[in-house]
Nanobody, 127 residues
């Protein structure tokens, strides 16, 4: 199974972008999916993630109130609506999927708990 991410691009500060990620197989059941990002010279960080059976999604503090994650657990699809973008949001965004039990909601930000990764899509926010 491969994940295909799309939707990146160049946008001005305050603009919006919508990222999509889909699995190569029509039906790819997952336990959790998420978005990570890596800016030049920085480590990969978790942006948002969702565990389908949990009460709510995870967001890193810097994107709360601006980004919204959603998706389809049975199809292995996940989306990230990004509003009010800032230059510090500039990064390559990766989607990831977990198709095994790997702990509770506290594990969502941990990239080691994900089994499948997309190729990344570049988001550039100009000031």
């Amino acid at each position: 199974v491969q994940l295909q991410a799309s939707g990146g691009g160049l946008v001005r500060t305050g603009g919006s972008l919508s990222l999509s990620c889909a699995a190569s197989e029509r039906r790819f059941a997952t336990y959790a999916m998420g978005w990570f990002r890596q800016a030049p010279g920085k480590e990969r960080e978790s942006v948002a993630a969702i565990k389908w059976t949990s009460a709510g999604p995870y967001y890193t503090n810097s994107v709360k109130g601006r980004f919204t994650i959603s998706g389809d657990s049975a199809r292995g699809s996940v989306y990230l609506q990004m509003n009010n973008l800032r230059p510090e949001d500039t990064a390559v965004y990766y989607c990831a999927a977990r198709n095994r039990l790997a702990g509770g909601p506290s594990t969502l930000p941990n990239p080691e708990t994900y089994d499948y990764w997309g190729q990344g899509t570049l988001v550039t926010v100009s000031s």
